[in-house]
């Protein structure tokens, strides 16, 4: 077996807010074909029919452009991804972006912003860690939708039929990834890291509120990396809002428009640090991914998928037509970080959240049900220790690790 | 090895006068669906229709958070002092059993006791006579 796959032990995921994948890391494409960023040729129609389509733009700010918050609820998104075609054949076409944005200020001019992207200067620790080790082209948010629901299936497999923000409640027989581990025997070790209690989580209706002992604080994290005693599955979350402590000012990182971009990078970069740091580092990986694109132009037409047991109904998803799960939402950022990874990995493979709960599930326990439709056809991003490794597959194949890895000053 | 500059947020990025965005609404939705299900005392009354800031909604966050964490520290205190005590029976009893019972003892003491107590009557009314 691959020496990087025998040694891990603890796998960490890191979940920021509402930002899509070539607003992000689509000026990489410029210097690295491989990967699928900004392309000339993509636009988006003007709102104004006369005008020129709307290139996408290298002119993406850290904060203050996009206010109002893009919407990403059902509809919009819908919009974004099919241009507004609500036939029976319709095809996705990604050409409601602009349009979609318009609606929310009528400014024709301020719409156009939905299109622009970073320049990869401007984003040191999200473009560094992309082309350090794995960047994923082709992982999608869960659901066209936002975030409660799309978290969900990174905690569960399944949004158990929502495509909203209302309240969840675990009615079905699928278990929290969590849960899994804990229950299983040998018994397995599994947390929650939240920034603060005054950003909580957003998972609470189920996990917080029934099981807070699964719940820690970054400060917990980053105290659990240094002592080398993380738990084998670590989900961290950002900070969400801007509050004062008695420690001073928290800054929200979640990179959720319209909270500070650089914010989120100095938080990205210290979750990493924390791990590269920590004794951990030979068997630990990262995935940083986003929980959603945030209403922000993406150029990938979302792909069909297996339909979950649920369906939403056309009232619930508000758009006069029911949804069946079988379609992925807009694409979204993706790194998986190890020291086993070689440099300038890019995976072309289809993967969505569910891939979380699937890889964890896979790796720690082995075959296991029940598990979500869609998250027993997900894909894996960490081939299993047990059975034959493909080495096509495995990201972590290195025969030595890395000692090259870059470090941040964060 | 290489060492990368991570640039900081201006100072005029964070703002805790923010007008709250859909993802906290809705997250403070769900933390007052789970404080309704809190004891009275440990909840917040704050009426989250009236938080417009993300300093309040942090506030409120916070509480309602710690409020549940606190409840269920309570609860498992509760579990396990009562576990102790009975665990502390349980020890008592087994100990119990060890020993000569402590009613068979008292029977023996009483009956000593008694005794003594007749031999003394006896002893009493033999002198009674004599005299």
């Keep these: 077996m691959a020496p990087g796959l025998q040694s891990l032990k603890h796998i960490v995921v890191l979940m920021m807010e509402n930002r899509s994948f070539d607003h992000m890391l689509g000026g990489l494409s410029a210097t690295n074909p491989r990967i699928d960023g900004i392309q000339p040729g993509l636009s988006n129609p003007d709102t104004s029919p006369a005008a020129r389509p709307v290139p996408p733009q290298p002119l993406a700010d850290f904060q203050g452009q996009l206010d109002p918050d893009p919407d990403h609820h059902f509809p919009a998104v819908d919009l974004q991804i099919f241009g507004g075609d609500t036939t029976p054949n319709r095809k996705a076409n990604m050409q409601g972006f602009v349009k979609s944005y318009f609606n929310q200020r009528r400014d024709r001019k301020h719409s156009q912003k939905i299109m622009y992207y970073f320049p990869p200067e401007k984003l040191p620790v999200l473009t560094t860690l992309a082309t350090e080790f794995a960047v994923f082209n082709r992982w999608f948010a869960s659901i066209p939708g936002p975030t409660i629901c799309n978290r969900a299936f990174a905690h569960y497999g399944t949004s158990f039929g929502r495509v909203d923000m209302n309240l969840l409640y675990v009615n079905g027989p699928f278990k929290s990834i969590y849960n899994r581990l804990i229950s299983a025997q040998p ?99 990262l995935l940083v991914v986003y929980d959603e694109h945030g209403g922000i132009y993406d150029h990938v037409v979302p792909p069909p998928c297996t339909p979950d047991k649920f369906t939403a109904s056309a009232n619930a998803t508000g758009t006069g037509m029911p949804f069946a799960f079988d379609r992925l939402g807009v694409r979204v950022p993706a790194i998986l970080i190890s020291p086993w990874i070689p440099k300038g990995t890019v995976v072309d493979r289809v993967f969505d959240h569910a891939s979380i709960p699937a890889t964890i599930t896979k790796f720690f326990l082995g075959d296991y049900s029940p598990r979500s439709p869609r998250e027993t056809t997900a894909d894996i991003f960490i081939e299993p220790q047990t059975g034959p490794v493909d080495p096509a597959r495995n990201l972590l194949s290195l025969d030595t690790m890395r000692k090259d890895c870059p470090d941040f000053d964060a | 090895m290489v060492l990368i500059h991570v640039p900081r947020p201006p100072k005029g990025a964070m703002d805790p006068h923010r007008p709250v965005n859909a993802l906290l609404q809705a997250q403070m939705q769900h933390l007052q669906d789970a404080e309704l299900k809190l004891p009275a005392r440990l909840q917040s009354n704050i009426y989250i229709n009236a938080i417009k800031t993300e300093g309040e909604a942090g506030e409120y966050i916070r509480r309602v958070t710690e409020a549940i964490h606190h409840a269920h520290d309570s609860a498992a205190e509760k579990r396990a002092r009562h576990a102790r005590k009975r665990t502390g029976v349980i020890d008592i009893a087994a100990a119990a059993e060890d020993r000569p019972s402590r009613s068979a003892g008292r029977g023996k003491a009483k009956k000593r006791a008694k005794k003594k107590s007749i031999k003394a009557a006896n002893k009493k009314s033999t002198r009674d006579r004599k005299g």
């Design chain 1, 187 to 285: 018994k397995h070790t599994a947390k929650l890291y939240y920034y603060d209690t005054t950003s909580s989580t957003m998972e609470i209706t189920n996990l917080l509120q029934h099981q807070p002992e699964l719940f820690g604080t970054y400060p917990q994290f980053l105290e659990d990396c240094r002592k080398g005693a993380l738990p084998e599955y670590s989900f961290v979350e950002p900070n969400y809002n801007d509050h004062d402590t008695d420690g001073g000012e928290e800054i929200a990182n979640d990179q959720h428009p319209d909270h500070d971009v650089q914010a989120g990078e100095l938080y990205i970069a210290s979750v990493y640090n924390a791990i590269k740091k920590s004794p951990l580092w030979p068997n630990s990986a």
